[in-house]
């Protein structure tokens, strides 16, 4: 029978299957048998003139023949060869969090051990987007700005430079702390503070100022503020307080080192 030579492998960005297809031959053909080799074996027998293998693990390179099979005479193609797309990483997540850096890792694609791969690692603000590349399930991100929100997204590259889906997260890195902070007046009953603003700071910072008892390290108060400065009342006479004074990014969870003040009544 005559040799197929116009075999046509697709992977359609699947992470297992492989679409084949060829053109019919000259000749009498009664059947082909399509053979796929790598980390998956398959065989396969039809009469059609294309056939998708399932089954195979991803971010491997596969090889397929078609042999034409007419009664006892047959005759085997070239090979071809293509890559199934990876696995994207496992969950993502964000280790530690600093004013000017990120650390973050995964866990390693699914059926991907031992498989040659890495990782982009794309990072971003308003002002602009950066990708680096690890070839471990961590990194640190460095030289970021303080108090700012950035959507990390990591693909896994597999053989061929084939990406996988992305996986994807948001998080703000720290606000500097606040600097300067006193106290502008003290009553038997309250403590007025003020502080001066942090490097790098945003418009949409906010401060939460905590009054602690000093004597037993109780939290009293919880204040959040949008200015600088900020009057805790309803204190008891000739107490000693502790204020803690946070700086807080627009997401009002992530916060500053505290910048402390002690002062009494």
Same mark, same amino acid.
């Given at each position: ?10 992977? #359609? ?11 019919? /031959? ?5 059947? =082909? ?24 693990? /991803?971010? %491997?390179? =596969? ?15 070239? @090979? ?5 797309? @990876?696995?994207? /990483? %496992? ?12 650390? !973050?890792?995964?866990?390693? @694609? ?30 640190? !991100? ?7 929100? #950035? ?8 053989? %061929? ?12 890195? %720290? /606000? ?16 007025? !503070?003020?502080?001066?603003? @942090? ?5 949409? =910072? ?8 000093s004597s037993s390290a109780i939290m009293l108060y919880n204040t959040t503020v949008t200015s600088e400065s900020a009057t805790i009342m309803t204190l008891t006479p000739g107490e000693? =307080?502790?204020?803690?004074? #946070?700086?807080?990014a627009a997401d009002t969870i992530t916060e500053s080192d505290p910048v402390s003040y002690t002062t009494c009544t």
């Open positions: 029978p005559g040799q197929v030579s116009s075999i046509s492998l697709n992977n #359609y960005k699947s992470v297992d299957s492989l679409g084949v297809s060829w053109i019919k /031959p000259s000749g009498n053909v009664t059947n =082909y048998t399509v053979s796929l080799t790598g980390a998956v074996t398959n065989t396969t027998q039809t009469t059609a003139t294309q056939v998708t293998i399932t089954g195979l693990l /991803p971010g %491997r390179e =596969y090889t397929v023949t078609v042999q034409t099979n007419s009664g006892t005479c047959s005759q085997i193609s070239a @090979p071809v060869t293509q890559a199934t797309y @990876p696995t994207p /990483p %496992r969950n993502l997540t964000i280790n530690l969090i600093g004013t000017n850096s990120l650390t !973050l890792s995964w866990m390693e @694609p699914v059926d991907m051990t031992g498989v040659d791969k890495s990782y982009n690692i794309s990072y971003g603000n308003s002002s602009g987007t950066w990708t680096v590349t690890s070839n471990t399930t961590s990194i640190s !991100l460095q030289d970021l700005t303080s108090g700012t929100n #950035y959507t990390i997204t990591v693909v896994t590259v597999g053989v %061929r430079g084939y990406p996988s889906s992305a996986v994807s997260t948001s998080v703000y890195t %720290r /606000p500097m702390s606040v600097k300067s902070l006193l106290s502008t007046n003290v009553t038997s009953s309250s403590v007025s !503070l003020t502080w001066s603003k @942090p490097d790098e700071n945003k418009t949409s =910072y906010s401060y939460r100022v905590q009054t602690n008892v000693t =307080y502790t204020f803690l004074v #946070y700086t807080r």
